[in-house]
């Protein structure tokens, strides 16, 4: 079943100087279930694609389709992670992640329990009444993506979801999110530059090109990952595949300065 | 508008500075006050000595003199504040959020806002005669202005994502206005309600002793023409006091609401 | 918030009339919130809504407006009210900025000054009128003391703001190189905290022009508000329309000289102008 179905998308953003090309002839599918990351060098217009797909914004021209119809605005059934947390800085830990169940109209009782029982899995007992500037980065990320996960859309969107956090928690949340999608199979579509998180997460990496953003390369991740970080990290072929990531993306970086 | 920082100077962060000795400058400058009159450095006639203007202030207390004009003030003062902020707030919030409000009100607040809304008192008095209307009205416009610019500018700031994450969610467009938008620009609006209440305080004062029957602006006058010149003191110094705790009262009613907020909570700052 | 942007034709047509038209159609664009008083009050005016006593006509005002141009009731007035408000305010931006500076680089002088600013800055300074009245009379002085009174204390708030927000590693490199405490105060905080001190004076200036007229109307002695509150006391209701409007022009073309000003004098701030 494919979930998300992009063709020929193009966006521009115009400044003061003219046009600013951000998307160019973008066609992109993905499955259902399927997790697939998007990297590129910066600028190159992948969190563009992302907000399109999230209904923030719109395109210039091309056709975005979710579940077989076309994006208008933003939705319940795409859930969305910032880099930048996105959190309701008035409201408590409790608070933001009940805010989307209270949205969508979730019964009280119901409410109440999914709140605790993700509170409980993002490990922040305690924290209930927390204001997210008393969080560190970590927390905040995760309250982000409790928020997110408590009304069950049937798709997640990542924008650079680890990119403000520290080397350790990043690693720490990476595999936090690779159990929650184990376990619940959504489909998940994650930008990001880093091209290790990329590889160690998704099943699928597509690769952009330097703005206007092409899709130029396509990688399926066919790697174990029924052991740990360890296990994962160190395996040949999880890092052939990651080097051939690396250097598809490399490639376009290295063109992006040398235009 | 650029923002007059709203905050009082700070300086150290002194645990003594919390307490009554912050108040030392005042009562040595009192002190000063004091000698100089009787010391014969001043004359008598222009500065009463702070023991008469403070019997003076007891008196007014005592017959009442003093509760009566200062809660018709409070009363002109603070009608005004209320009506001008919630008018402020709307008016605010619509031009933020949309074009065609923006482009109503946008420039009849550029216009009006240099103009010195005394002025209008004048005009008031002729159109509403001398009494609670004329005072009010004023306050309410001088108030207006800026809630109005301090509401627009918090609104715009929001962070687009915060939007874009309620819309996720769920959140309808009008709900969008209420558990995003002004939660977001609360900051901002409370910075223009502070400041609006010092202009309320000035406007009520101002109407009372143009043209006015009761409140402590025409007392004050009053005293002055007959020449009570302790008494006049103390009616300033009431007025003074009164617009201190009214600020201090609104300042705790802001960190109260604002409990959240990262910026207030990382700077200390002396009360 | 709108700002009037005149729409600059295409290169193409360089013709004048052309760039006219464009501007005009811009102009009331902008502006018909504007024309669109105006119109509802020459219609009340027109339609007999209201008695002249409370609204005169548009043309009345106008007419009033040359009459007093004319007989030198406009500009003379408006002359002693300017000269007060800037000797005031010059009197208010010399002690303030000083009064700042110290503060931000003497805690004892932080901790005199403290207090006293903190219970006079929201008190309404309008209500010592009466006593400068009493000690300096109801000509000039009084009133320029007063503005002075009412305009120190943002004055000194702002300079305060901008001497304290002196980037600390800035002020010790400084102190590395032996930098005197004078010279400190005139040659690194002062300099650092100009864009502040130029933000204080542009929301001081139109303090001072209210205060300025304020006083004028509650003690007289002269000036706009004098006239003003003469005009009213013998309801002479063009004439109360038309200094109003002169206090308004007055504020506005203030408003936009500080504007110029502040982009002449420090070119190398970036921050962004607000409305």
């Known amino acids: 079943m494919i979930s998300i179905c992009v063709k020929n998308l193009n966006k521009s953003y115009r400044v003061r100087e003219g046009d600013l090309p951000a998307l160019s002839a973008v066609d992109m599918e993905v499955a259902e279930g399927e997790f697939v990351s998007i990297v590129g060098p910066s600028g190159c217009g992948k ?168 899709m130029v390369a396509e990688f399926r991740i066919a790697i174990d990952r029924s052991g740990n970080r360890e296990t994962t990290m160190l395996n040949a072929d999880f890092n052939s595949v990651r080097n051939e990531v690396w250097l598809a993306v490399r490639r376009q970086v290295v063109a992006a300065s040398a235009a | 508008m650029s923002a007059v920082p709203a905050a009082r100077p700070g300086g150290t962060q002194r645990r003594w500075l919390q307490t009554p000795w912050r108040f030392l400058p005042i009562a040595i400058v009192l002190l000063i006050w004091q000698l100089a009159v009787d010391l014969d450095l001043v004359n008598r006639a222009f500065l009463p000595p702070v023991n008469a203007v403070a019997a003076a202030l007891w008196d007014m207390t005592r017959n009442g003199e003093l509760a009566i004009n200062l809660a018709i003030s409070v009363y002109r003062a603070f009608a005004g504040l209320a009506i001008g902020s919630i008018l402020g707030i709307a008016i605010g919030l619509a031009m933020a959020t949309s074009p065609q409000a923006d482009g109503f009100f946008g420039p009849l607040v550029a216009t009006t806002y240099s103009l010195p809304k005394s002025s209008l008192i004048p005009l008031f008095i002729l159109w509403f005669g001398i009494g609670d209307v004329t005072d009010i009205v004023s306050v309410v416009l001088a108030c207006l202005l800026p809630v109005i610019v301090s509401t627009y500018h918090g609104v715009k700031s929001v962070p687009a994502l915060l939007v874009w994450s309620a819309r996720a969610m769920g959140t309808p467009h009008y709900l969008v206005l209420w558990r995003v938008l002004l939660p977001g620009a609360l900051l901002s609006i409370f910075t223009g309600i502070r400041i609006a209440l010092g202009f309320c305080f000035v406007l009520t004062i101002s109407a009372e002793m143009i043209a006015a ?59 | 918030m709108n700002r009037f942007i005149p729409i600059t034709a295409p290169p193409e047509a360089a013709s004048a009339a052309r760039r006219g038209v464009a501007a005009l159609r811009a102009f009331l664009l902008y502006a018909y919130p504007l024309l669109l008083v105006l119109a509802a009050w020459e219609l009340a005016g027109w339609a007999d809504l209201v008695r002249p006593l409370f609204l005169p006509r548009v043309i009345s005002v ?32 010399v002690a303030g900025v000083m009064a700042g500076l110290l503060m931000a680089r003497s805690k004892w002088v932080n901790w005199f000054l403290d207090p006293l600013i903190s219970v006079g800055f929201p008190a309404p300074k309008i ?92 003690a007289g002695g002269g000036g706009v508000g004098a006239a003003l509150m003469f005009a009213q006391r013998f309801f002479q209701t063009p004439t109360v329309f038309v200094y109003i409007l002169v206090m308004l022009a007055t504020g506005l073309i203030f408003d936009r000289a500080m504007l110029v000003l502040r982009h002449r004098l420090i070119p190398w701030h970036d921050e962004i102008e607000e409305v």
């Not at chain 1, 980065?137 to 403000?164: H, S, W």
């Open chain 1, 47 to 214: 969190s563009t694609l992302l907000y399109i797909l999230g209904g923030f914004i719109r395109a210039d021209s091309g056709a975005v389709e979710v579940a077989g119809k076309p994006v208008t605005g933003p939705g319940t059934d795409r859930g969305v992670v910032f880099q930048e947390y996105a959190l309701f800085p008035w409201l408590t830990v409790t608070q933001n992640i009940r805010y989307g169940l209270e949205m969508t109209g979730v019964a009280r009782r119901e409410r109440e329990e999914r709140v605790r029982a993700l509170v409980r899995t993002i490990g922040l007992e305690g924290f209930e009444h927390r204001f997210p500037r008393e969080l560190s980065g970590g927390m905040k990320q995760r309250v982000a993506i409790a928020r997110t996960l408590a009304y069950d859309p049937n798709i997640l969107l990542l924008d650079e979801p680890f990119g403000a956090l520290d080397a350790q928690t990043r690693e720490t949340m990476q595999d936090e999110l690779l159990r929650i999608w184990q376990a619940t199979r959504k489909t998940v579509v994650m930008v990001t530059h880093d091209v290790n998180e990329a590889v160690y997460l998704s099943e699928r990496v597509l690769v952009m090109s330097q703005r206007p953003g092409q």
């Open chain 2, 213 to 271: 029957k009761t409140g402590l602006g025409k007392l004050i006058f009053l005293y002055g023409e007959n020449g009570a010149y302790a008494y006049m003191f103390g009616g300033i110094l009431a007025v003074v006091i009164i617009a201190y705790l009214a600020d201090r009262w609104l300042l705790t009613v802001m960190h109260y609401a604002l409990r959240w907020h990262e910026s207030l909570h990382t700077h200390h700052r002396a009360p």
């Open chain 3, 62 to 93: 106008a007419q009033q407006f040359w009459l007093l141009l004319r007989e030198g009731e406009i500009i003379a007035p408006l002359l002693v009210s300017l000269y007060r408000t800037f000797l005031g305010l010059a009197i208010a931006v």
């Open chain 3, 127 to 218: 209500a010592f009128v009466p006593i400068f009245t009493l000690w300096f009379g109801i000509d000039h002085v009084s009133n320029i003391l007063l503005v002075a009174f009412n305009c120190v204390f943002p004055m000194i708030v702002a300079t305060y703001h901008g001497a304290a927000s002196v980037s600390r590693t800035l002020v010790w490199s400084a102190e590395a190189m032996g930098t005197s405490e004078r010279a400190m105060l005139y040659r690194i905080v002062l300099p650092a905290a100009l864009p502040h001190i130029l933000s204080g004076v542009r929301v001081t200036v139109p303090v001072a022009l209210i205060i300025t007229f304020t006083t004028e109307m509650i």
